[in-house]
């Protein structure tokens, strides 16, 4: 009797001691959430974001870089702004990618590019699949973001992006440069676009790039075509030269009047991941509207990143009109997640996530905290 007292009493010290050590572990764990949140999001989202994440974290906090994965979802999530149920799918899906093992990294850009469409796991999980696969060609991470944005604002299945980067990859394998490369091989995968039988997709992208002559009835050259399709992603690995692409900048000067004139007609104009006209538009690409308003024959890179590195670098107490600012909204040290025109006092114009196209005050705490650095591209 003594004996099964004893055994009953020890039984509830150890679940006692479980139950306070999961209830430390938990405290902790909402402690490290909060604070991720807080330092990525603006006051407003804070406890709507919180509470959603919370659902989420009790599954993650088993992985060993469960903080990391939460980081991938929120500092985009909260960057561009997203209402509490794309946030609730982001954070979904970055928690089903992340157990089917997919990349920090790419979690973080498809969170991205969910701003432009949403995905079921499927096509999520094929998404960030065919992403890795890309990138073990060498193709950098803001090339492929390019690619998948422009493809979904075109309306491209999840299947036939896996065409339109089969064609692509070809262009680049032969040392054409990225927008050259991508232009060419949207346009020669627009017929398959729309369609999601993969077998007759990947069949069409490698007819594109390995023709065969309907002259030439050979089993060994269609034998050869074959083979190429089922070694393609395989002998492919680390085959792309990123060499420097072909920029131009003209040597003039802003016309203010003529930068005002341009802000005021693109004022209101809606934030979209990708985009370029005034249906939607991204940050990048308004500071490239701007500076193609003025200086027509100037070439440039679409990536921010790629931007950030070209002209000379200008020290906060110098900027003038016309210095392009890039702010950093990630978690990732030096990393360039937005960009936007300089103009007087403080003030600068940049496509807004929340706002659209809008003028805003770099001494706000929000944009003065991410603020990077500043270039000048013309004198």
Known sequence: MYKKLIICFLTLILCSEIILANKKDNEESHAQLREIIENACSSENIDIYYNQALKIVKKLRDKEDWIKSVKAVVYPSCFLEYRSWLFKISFNLGYYGIKNNLKIETVESLTNMLSIQTYGKNDYLKLGQL????????VKSYDIDNLFSEAIIEGYTPEAIKGLAIIYISNRQKNIEHMKALKDAMSLSEPFKKNR?????????????NPISEEVENPEINKKSAESENTFWENSENSINNHTEHTYVPEKEWDKNKLNDFITKWLGAPYKYGGFSTKGIDGSGFVLKAIYDQFSDALLP???????????????????TGDILFFNASEKKGKITHVGLYLENGEFVHASTKRGVTKSNLLDPYYKNRYQKAIYLFD
């Open 302 to 320: 679409r990536s921010a990143y790629k931007l950030s590195n070209m002209g000379k670098p200008r020290e906060f107490e110098e900027l003038t």
């Open 197 to 209: 039988y993969d077998a007759f997709i990947e069949k069409s992208a490698f007819e594109i790039i």
């Open 131 to 138: 992403f890795e696969k890309i990138k073990s060609m060498g």
